[in-house]
């Protein structure tokens, strides 16, 4: 079991910066490979970007390749969004996902591979 708790939502102008955090509990961490996605008003949730488990590998979204950045730190069971150059339609609650995986360098990027999720945080963006 793993419970997932985002941070760091708020509201900034456009081009501004968001610095996301998910904390997860367990002592498994490093067992799964973690994920952000999105989900504007009215619109389904999607993938925004993962990293493996290992960190040597992540994969994002072509609406933010080259302005979000995934890390992760194992040791302290915390994985990192950095959003830069945030435009309006970067608004949406994000969330935090956890996928097991049997392989250190895999990254997922549907929802169907992930087994746990946070409750999300807001980030809104105004023009």
């Known amino acids: 079991q793993v419970q997932l708790v985002e941070s760091g939502g708020e509201s900034v102008q456009a081009g501004g910066s968001l610095r996301l955090s998910c904390a997860a509990s367990?002592?498994?961490?490093?067992?799964?490979?973690m994920g952000w996605f999105r989900q504007a008003p009215g619109k389904e949730r999607l993938f925004v970007g993962g990293?493996?488990?290992?960190?040597?590998?992540?994969f994002y979204a072509d609406s933010v390749k080259g302005r979000f950045t995934i890390s992760r730190d194992n040791a302290n069971n915390t994985v990192t969004l950095q959003m830069n150059s945030l435009k309006p339609e970067d608004t949406a609650v994000y969330y935090c996902?956890?996928?097991?995986?049997?392989?250190?360098?895999?990254?997922?990027?549907?929802?169907?591979?992930?087994?746990?999720w946070g409750q999300g945080t807001q980030v809104t963006v105004s023009s």
């Open positions: 990293i493996s488990r290992s960190a040597d590998n992540t």
């Open positions: 367990g002592r498994t961490f490093s067992s799964y490979a």
């Open positions: 996902a956890a996928g097991s995986s049997d392989s250190s360098r895999t990254v997922f990027y549907t929802e169907n591979r992930y087994d746990y």
